[in-house]
């Protein structure tokens, strides 16, 4: 059973087991977490990763690392534009260089990066964390042969360790979590457990510069840790279940408002991005979490100055629970939809129904908060049949008003049970670094080459059209929470109609490419086909350019900043291309 808000504001002096202050009613009775920002040249580490948003995995060590002394720097990773980060490291002349690589298909990226370090003569100890080099510590060494030592999961505890000991490799051993290199061989130490009580954490340290939408301050956030579903494809589960520890941890909702109580106050942010694998699990205690988390928004006067966003499983939408999420400024919900057909379902072993993936998307809708969805076309037990569910699926989705639709192919990541299985049944192709598999049917991988060839930028590129879409999409939401201008439901109007356009354009193509590779008989028949499929695609492509003309007018009129953010994107993907 929920427990209600009511119930809630009865026991002031404790919040389902954490502890709090007697009668917190006000943002003054939360905790303070502050963080000392580095102005040194000579520092003891530099770190280096991806930055679309706040990297919140390396700005937890480096606070972490901070507040045990040690003088620390991020820079961005930019793939292809190494300057930056050369420059960094040399200035500061650290004792360590940290990489933050995710996925294994970003490895030989960061590897070409620390092969450049090294000829600018840099030879400090660099070491590498993330899920890819967690679950394949030896692989990861042998094929970035630059790379020192790998940081094996939670990198906070171990990070420490290892900068405390870094010119003394005798001791390196002893440190829980680290893999690294000895002569010709790999060392693998056995894993360190869990960070237990993450309150005791500081808080991630913020970036110089503010993120924002229409002069909204926004920022990410995590309120838990792990995920307590195993879904066949996901590196999450064996990333938190590779070491000592519950599978999922959560900080008190007590610690994740000051943090956001301190970001409102000291950086204007009133956008939180939860990053979190499921915000909402169901399960009685996270429920319990939620409200209480509700009943400190409000005591600390948040709930009607911000917004939010959060990521969730389908099963996990409970219209009471979300209804007063909503009221208390939830905004977007992110949902693991995955697949539009039972067979898929079951194949990425999501323990859901298609009706339960609608029932979703509609409660969220009736409730009034908007949502977004992660979807993969195409899984080892592919077959045309399925494809067809799924291109069905999407059109439903479309009619809903969902958000701009991109679709994939799934992938083998390391660790994984569907790797594992695909392994076993010979069928993965390609390497251990950019894996891949054959469809059962050969006439769809022609299909899936087709889609991939012709649908990845838009689908995942950020010049793409979906992702220029889902901007424009938040960037109206959020001037509809803060603006509330008199034109706000004009803007909405327009992105609307060049969503649904999109949508329904490229679920056309596919349906029509699909029928015609239905139609072949076999593999070299889809070959023979081929100028009829980029027929096909040729006319949606048109349409691709017809939409972002529209919606650079369309922003010319709602949104400048946005607008002047595609152009500049365009003009420095431009001057790359021209000098490389």
Known sequence: MLVSESETTLCPSRVSGWALPNKVTSASQLPEKKIHVNTKHKLDAVFVGYENQENLGL?????????????TALVPYIPHEPAEVIEAVVLH??????????????????GELMEKLREEGISVHFTAGGHYPSLRPRRTLTEVPTLDSVVRFEGEITTLELLRRVNHPQKWESILGLAFRRGNNVVINPPRPLVSDLDELPWPKR????????????????????????????????????????????RSPYDVV??????????????????????AAKSRRQRRWIYDFLHLLEAAGLSSEIGWKISCRVDDVDPEVMAH????????????????????????????????NFAAMRTLKELGLEFDMGFMLFDPDSTIETVRENLIFLKEVARLE??????VKMLPLAGTAIEKRLATEGRLTGDDIRPDYDLLDPRLDYYALFVTLNFSFRNSDPQGLVERLRLAYFDRLVAQRFERPQ??????????????????????????????????????SVAIAWPKLNAIVSQEQRIQKEILSELNKLLEIYSPGLCQAFRQEDLRRQALAENS
Not at 243 to 249: A, D, K, W, Y
């Open 93 to 110: 002349k650290p004792d360590l260089v940290g990489f933050s690589v995710i996925f294994q298909y970003n490895l030989y990226e960061f």
């Open 325 to 356: 999420c909503r009221k208390h400024g939830l905004m977007v919900v992110y949902l693991g939809v995955e697949s539009g057909n039972m067979k898929g379902l079951k194949t990425l072993n999501k323990h859901v129904t298609v009706k339960q």
């Open 258 to 279: 000051a943090e956001m109580r301190d970001l409102f106050k000291d950086r204007g942010v009133r956008l939180f991005l939860f990053q979190d694998d499921d915000f």
């Open 207 to 250: 970036g110089d510069f503010r993120q924002t939408t229409r002069r909204v301050g926004a920022a990410p956030i995590l309120a838990s840790r792990g995920c307590l579903h195993n879904c066949s494809f996901c590196s999450i589960r064996e990333f938190y279940a590779g070491t000592p520890g519950p599978l999922r941890r959560t």
């Open 59 to 71: 700005r937890y060590i480096i606070s972490y690392l901070e507040s045990h002394g040690f003088q």
């Open 487 to 524: 034109w706000a439901e004009d803007y909405r109007g327009g992105v609307r109609s060049l969503i649904d356009t999109a949508n329904h354009s490229a679920v056309d193509a596919m349906e029509q490419a699909l029928d015609l590779v239905e139609s072949c008989p076999d593999k070299d």
């Open 402 to 407: 969902g958000p701009p639709i991109s679709f």
